[in-house]
C-alpha cells in the first residue's frame, strides 16, 4: 500500500437514521426490519411511537449538531478533515456519503459510529453496511481505514457521563436522593448476540467507572443496576433483562423511592430514549409512586465531543498513548474475524478495510 492509499483524509461518520416526517415512517421501518420476521402489527405499533412525536425522529437533527460541534473542535485542534455523513436505515444513506466522498477525491475516511459499546448491531453490522454500500459503487469505491475505537472506558466519556447524571441526582427533592437507585439503560438485544461481544462487560464497566464520580449525599459512588429497553425481538427469544419496565415494579415493591434513569447505551436523545424512558417509565414511575429523574444522553457535552477529538488524534498519531480507566483495556482498532458474530451476520466484504481481507 502506497503511503497516499494508508492516509486518512477524511471521516465517514456512521449513524442509524430516522424519519423525519410522518410520510417517512412506514418506509423507514421497513428498511429497518427489512429481512427480519417481524409481524406487520408490530411495525405499525412501532410507527404509532414516532408519529406520538410527529413523526420525526430527533436522531438525524441530533446528529447534524453533534457532527458540527466536532468539525468546530476538529479546525481548533488544527485537524483539516471533512466530515461526511451515511445513515444505516434513511436518508443521508451510507452509499451517498460514500458517493459524496468519491467525487471529493478522498482516498481514505476514517469510520465513526454513534455507539460507544461492541455488539453485532453496533459495529459488525456497520461495517457489513459500508460493505454493501461500497459493493454497490463498484471497484473504485473508497476503502476505508478500521473504525475509530469505542470510547467507553475513556475518562472523557466517563467524566461527561458523571456530571449528567449529578446534574439528574440534583433534580430529586433533597430528602429522596441518599437513596435513590441508578438505573443505566441500554438497548436490550438477543442473549445470542451478547454472547459473542462484550457489550454487557462493556456496560458495566462504564456504569461502575461513573457511579464512582458521583457524589451522593453522605458517600462517594452511587447504588447502580443495569436494565435494558426497547426489546424487539419474538417472545420465544431470550433477550437481555431485566426490562427497565419490569425493574421499576419491582424496585417499588422493595420501597425504593427514587430511580436516577442514564441512557448510557444512547449516544444521543433519540425516539426510543423519549419513547421509552421519558413516556412509558415516566409514567410507569407515576403510577407506582416512584420519583423520577432522568440524566440526558450523552449529546454534545463538551467533554464528550473532546474525546471524539482524543480518539481522532490517536488513530493520526499512533504514538499518542490510548487513554483509559478501570479494568479493561481500550478497544482495539482492528476488529479480529470473529469479532461480534451473530448467526443472521452475512460476512464482510474485503473493501471494507485498505488493506482488504476479512475484519
Not at 425493574?247 to 426510543?272: M, Y
Amino acid at each position: 500500500m502506497n503511503s497516499q492509499q494508508s492516509t486518512i483524509d477524511c471521516i465517514l461518520w456512521v449513524s442509524f437514521g430516522g424519519p423525519e416526517g410522518p410520510d417517512d415512517v412506514i418506509p423507514f421501518l421497513e428498511n429497518v426490519l427489512r429481512g427480519k420476521p417481524v409481524p406487520r402489527e408490530r411495525l405499525l405499533e412501532v410507527a404509532e411511537h414516532y408519529l406520538h412525536f410527529g413523526g420525526v425522529s430527533p436522531i438525524n437533527a441530533q446528529n447534524r449538531d453533534l457532527i458540527a460541534r466536532l468539525q468546530q473542535e476538529l479546525q481548533a485542534a488544527g485537524i483539516d478533515l471533512p466530515i461526511y455523513w451515511g445513515n444505516r436505515n434513511w436518508s443521508p444513506y451510507l452509499v451517498d456519503a460514500l458517493r459524496e466522498i468519491q467525487h471529493a477525491g478522498h482516498r481514505l475516511p476514517l469510520p465513526i459510529f454513534t455507539n460507544m459499546f461492541s455488539s453485532y448491531s453496533g459495529c459488525r453490522q456497520y461495517r457489513e453496511n459500508i460493505a454493501a454500500a461500497q459493493s454497490q459503487l463498484g471497484p473504485d469505491a473508497p476503502r476505508t481505514a478500521p473504525r475509530l475505537r469505542f470510547g467507553f472506558n475513556h475518562p472523557r466519556f466517563i467524566a461527561a457521563q458523571a456530571q449528567l447524571v449529578q446534574s439528574a441526582i440534583e433534580k430529586l427533592p433533597q430528602h429522596l436522593r441518599a437513596d435513590a437507585k441508578l438505573l443505566y439503560t441500554a438497548h436490550s438485544i438477543p442473549i445470542s448476540m451478547s454472547d459473542h461481544c462484550q457489550y454487557v462487560r462493556q456496560l458495566s464497566e462504564s456504569a461502575e467507572l461513573i457511579a464512582r464520580q458521583v457524589v451522593h449525599p453522605d458517600r462517594q459512588g452511587a447504588q447502580w443496576e443495569l436494565v435494558y429497553q426497547s426489546r424487539s425481538g419474538p417472545p420465544q427469544q431470550p433477550w437481555l433483562e431485566p426490562d427497565i419496565g419490569d425493574r421499576l415494579g419491582d424496585l417499588a415493591q422493595q420501597g425504593v423511592k427514587a430511580v436516577i434513569v442514564v441512557p448510557l447505551g444512547f449516544v444521543t436523545d433519540h425516539l426510543e430514549v423519549l419513547y421509552d424512558l421519558d413516556l412509558e417509565a415516566q409514567q410507569a414511575c407515576q403510577k407506582l409512586g416512584v420519583a423520577y429523574s432522568r440524566a440526558p444522553a450523552v449529546g454534545t457535552h463538551p467533554e464528550f465531543v473532546r474525546m471524539i477529538v482524543d480518539l481522532i488524534i490517536e488513530r493520526l498519531q499512533p504514538s499518542t498513548p490510548r487513554a483509559c480507566v478501570g479494568n479493561l483495556s481500550p478497544v482495539t482498532d482492528e476488529c479480529a474475524a470473529n469479532c461480534c458474530l451473530y448467526p443472521r451476520g452475512g460476512p464482510i466484504e474485503s473493501l471494507s478495510r485498505p488493506s482488504g481481507g476479512t475484519s
